[in-house]
């Protein structure tokens, strides 16, 4: 099986971890991944901003850089549900088509694959935050729990409050940073409140947030992608 | 405070100011969260919820569809029960409507049943400017209008206050506007009631008009109906002489039976009730029972507007049940006052600017004040795309450019150019890695981030350098040396916060 890895900008650039983790991962897993070098930003900071036009040349780009696969693998249920859900709307027919054949992480490791038990290996507490697009607009439903409760050595802590937004929302981060930061520390005071020393999640761009307030609250606790604990095994941890 | 939203700030300032308050923090947290839990278990009740949803949606759509015909037919049927229907363009025109009408009858006092339109309006504040008092019965109300307070919630409307609040404010304000607070009153929800049931009584037994909104209009029967749980709505649509209701166009359905949907999926959304406990409809005006005169105020103020806009006119679908502001996040911290309106949270951020126009401050940023996380959408029983309207909305300021907007169109058209530039742009990711040990912690002019976060530390390479080096140099070379571990080096806790890990 072959999939083409939609990164996502933030990842390419402030997460690549995330990348390499996704394609270990998938290799691992026996799925031949190919990185389409002309792929950049799905459009969804500037859709969400209002600004549909300025959106149009990216989707026809991504719709252009993913011609042909038959999955596209993406580790990022806000843009992942922004090419499924909006594509259809902005673009043409070869913008469908690639909603269509998008799938973000989780959903493309249980329902394509057809695994929960990815062979991981990562002893640590952890609890998991989902992130609003996944839960709400993809339905990832129990994918990720079912992908974390399978991996050896963790230990899952419920999230009370989970389904509650962690207040990045893009741009509103900075133009409501104040209600933003709120919602935040909320979410972070939750999650320490489990005894877990990982938050997880499967939205670097929420974990950017997160990460940004337990870093500056010194929290005993660090965000860490979904797909870096799948990626991690007894030989090969990830740290 | 009086009873104005002109001239309020942006939300964002606003909702700073409620942040701080630690009171309003607290009493919204706990009220919403216990409205929305109750309201998730009388939803699950039903199996056919999400046909009645869709149900609502549909009916909805296709009476807005066809308003002017619907309209009409109100009008006849109504006319022909013995009431009299008037029609307002605007906020100005219902006002003195409205105003005429108590002053043809000779009175100066009216009993209102909670209505928005009346508020969206700003009834009260027309009446009192031509010598007639209006007294608010909805206990919420009465606690907003005796604090000389706005109401910030579309069902509760003192969710901002508290037991200890609420019993200050009858003991001080009561006697001036009637019978007064008893004497060593507690703040127990059943002494509060009883000393508001007193305080009202008085008035419903020597009011001669009644003013109501109305959650329905059937345009088939002329019927109008009034939902509600406190029974106060019952008092002031039964005693008075006259009774006048002001509606919003939108509020119509076709026939009887449309109401079967809503009168299961209003309860349940708004206060999670399975049926609320008074349901009173009325078909104009019928001899020895009721008001002898009855009169129906049809309000656009902005509505046919709103139905211009092929995105934007589901928020008329709207049956005001609240449900939308109680499961967001956002009005939960920000409170419903620094939404500017009658209207606040979810529904009130795409309704306002569209019943207003995006003209004033506060409409124009009130597009922004949510995380489009929707869970708005998920709980309203009518399926309003809250999320989809904001954007829609987002686009329209935009589009007009203006205060902020003209540099941040500049900043998106120069970003999307980038982005549009794979190669430009990896040179850019590769700059940004290599002098981040040279990135200051807080940037100058990103304090809307740093304020309250860190921001991430750069890796040393960015993913396509990884993957050139690590996978597309080395198929292509067929060789499959270990891979650089340059990325992952970086270990990812540390640009995204670090703690020690357990």
Redesign the interface.
Known sequence: MRAALFVTCVNDAVYPSTGIATVRLLERLGVEVDFPEAQSCCGQPQFNTGYRRETEPLVRRTTRAFEGYEYVVTPSGSCAAMVRRHYPEIGDAAAASLASRTYELTEFLVDVVGVTDVGAYFPHVVTYHPSCHGLRMLGLGERPRKLLEAVKGLELRELPGAEECCGFGGTFAVKNSDVSAAMGQDKVRSAVSTGAGVLCGADNSCLMHLGGILSREDAPMRALHLAEILASTEEEPWS | MSGTYLGMPA??VA??AA?GNETLRGNLRHATHTIRDKREKAVAELDDWALLREAGKQIKDHTLRHLDRYLVQLEESVTAAGGVVHWARDAAEANRIVAELVKATGESEVVKVKSMATQEIGLNEALEAEGISAYETDLAELIVQLGDDLPSHILVPAIHRNRGEIRDIFREQMGAWGRAAPEGLSDTPADLAEAARLHLREKFLRAKVGVSGANFMVAETGTLVVVESEGNGRMCLTLPETLISVVGIEKIVPSWQDLEVFLQTLPRSSTAERMNPYTSMWTGTTDGDGPRAFHLVLLDNGRTDTLADEVGRQALRCIRCSACLNVC??YE??GGHAYGSVYPGPIGAILSPQLRGIGSEVDASL?????????C??VCPVAIDIPEVL?H???????RGGKGHRL??AA??A??WV??H?KV?AAG?RV?SRTRKLHPSRVPGAG??T??????E??P????D??KKN??EKNSAGNNSAESNS??S????K????????
């Open positions: 939300f964002p909702a700073k942040l996040p956002v911290r920000a597009p922004y004040a949510s995380s489009l996380c929707g869970a959408y998920d954007v909305l987002r686009e329209r300021i935009a589009d941040e169109k998106i058209k970003s999307g982005f549009d794979p742009l990711e940004a809307a981030w304020d309250s976060r860190d921001l991430p750069l890796p390479e960015p993913f396509r990884w993957w996978r597309a990325a992952e970086n270990s990812s806790a640009n995204r916060g670090e703690g020690s890990a357990t």
